[in-house]
Structures are given as structure tokens and as C-alpha cells.
């Protein structure tokens, strides 16, 4: 069973910046593609980014190009999400996830995801 762990939320302003973790364990995630999703209050889930563990290929929503980088250390089962130039809009509780298709990500679904950790800005 594939266990996803979420850290690194937290309050700031806007314009600050913020690195979210997420450890996997439990299986192998060469096959995966991994990736954030997020939920603001009274929004629907909505897909963030993606990598996938073998490749390196990325891909952003439209709302987080230029502002968001996606990144993985599969040694150590880690998927980063390195977040700058932060604004309101992105407050939400992001979730890791994981899939075996990119176009479930895309979409909002996952096979596994996190706990969620929440990312709030400008109080």
C-alpha cells in the first residue's frame, strides 16, 4: 500500500515563498507519474502539477507556469513543489498525489494522495 506524507504549509504573504514535500513509501513509483493537487474553500479540486519519476517530464496548470516548480528526488521518494510569487488565489490545501495516468491528475484524480497541508497567503 503506497502512503503519501505532505509537509512544508504554512502562512505568508503574498509575494513570499514556500516549499512543500511529500515522502512516498510503500511501493515502487518509477511507473507513476506524481503530482499536487489543491482545494480552496467552496472550489473544486484542481490539478496544480505534475512529474513523472522516470523522465523528468513536467506539467503545470495554467494559474502556477512561471511561479511553480515541480521536482523529485527518487532516491529518497520525494516529490517537491517550490512555490514563488505566491498570491491569495493559491490559498488552499494542496494534497500530493500519485497515478499511473497523467490525464487522472489533470483532472483532479489520484490513486493515492496525502493528508493535505495547508498553504495560506496573506493571513
Known amino acids: 500500500q503506497v502512503q503519501l506524507v505532505e509537509s512544508g504549509g504554512g502562512l505568508v504573504q503574498a509575494g513570499g515563498s514556500l516549499r512543500l514535500s511529500c515522502a512516498a513509501s510503500g511501493r515502487t513509483f518509477s511507473s507513476y507519474t506524481m503530482g499536487w493537487l489543491r482545494q480552496a474553500p467552496g472550489k473544486e479540486r484542481e490539478f496544480v502539477a505534475a512529474v513523472r519519476w522516470s523522465g523528468g517530464s513536467t506539467w503545470y496548470a495554467d494559474s502556477v507556469k512561471g511561479r511553480f516548480t515541480i521536482s523529485r528526488d527518487n532516491a529518497k521518494n520525494t516529490v517537491y513543489l517550490q512555490m514563488s510569487g505566491l498570491k491569495p488565489a493559491d490559498t488552499s490545501v494542496y494534497y500530493c498525489?500519485?497515478?499511473?495516468?497523467?490525464?487522472?491528475?489533470?483532472?483532479?484524480?489520484?490513486?493515492?494522495w496525502g493528508q493535505g497541508t495547508q498553504v495560506t497567503v496573506s493571513s
Open positions: 498525489a500519485a497515478d499511473r495516468s497523467l490525464s487522472d491528475l489533470q483532472i483532479a484524480m489520484a490513486d493515492y
